[in-house]
């Protein structure tokens, strides 16, 4: 799933060019989240980002969960490029089912609190 601002017709227009040469389709959520989930605070001055994020469904509990996302950074007077952002550990959690990225750690096998 991708959660999406609609009003980021750029970043929009990169998914439908997507599943346009790709084939592939997924549910796109529109405008779910406050609009400030969409937006980046790079750490420099007058530079942001905006996002579109990707979320995986929990093989366990079946809910959507951001994993990433994909980030244009910009300023009011160019473009910087593109950033590409996912979370290894995060993917793993959906795609096994668990409860908290935690429970990947080594120290999980020793604790029932960690999850």
């Known amino acids: 799933m991708v959660r999406a601002n609609s009003s980021d017709k ?37 530079i942001v980002g905006r996002n579109f994020n990707i979320a995986l469904r929990n093989a366990a509990t079946g809910a959507f969960n951001d994993v990433g996302n994909v980030i244009a950074i910009e300023s009011d007077s160019r473009s910087y490029g593109t950033e590409i952002a996912l979370g290894a550990t995060v993917i793993l959690q959906q795609t096994f089912g668990l409860s908290s990225m935690h429970e990947l750690g080594p120290m999980a096998k020793f604790s029932p609190d960690i999850a």
């Open 10 to 46: 750029d970043l929009m227009g990169s998914l439908v060019e997507y599943v346009s040469a790709t084939g592939r389709n997924f549910p796109i959520e529109y405008d779910s989240k406050p609009r400030e989930y969409y937006q980046h605070k790079i750490g420099l001055e007058g």
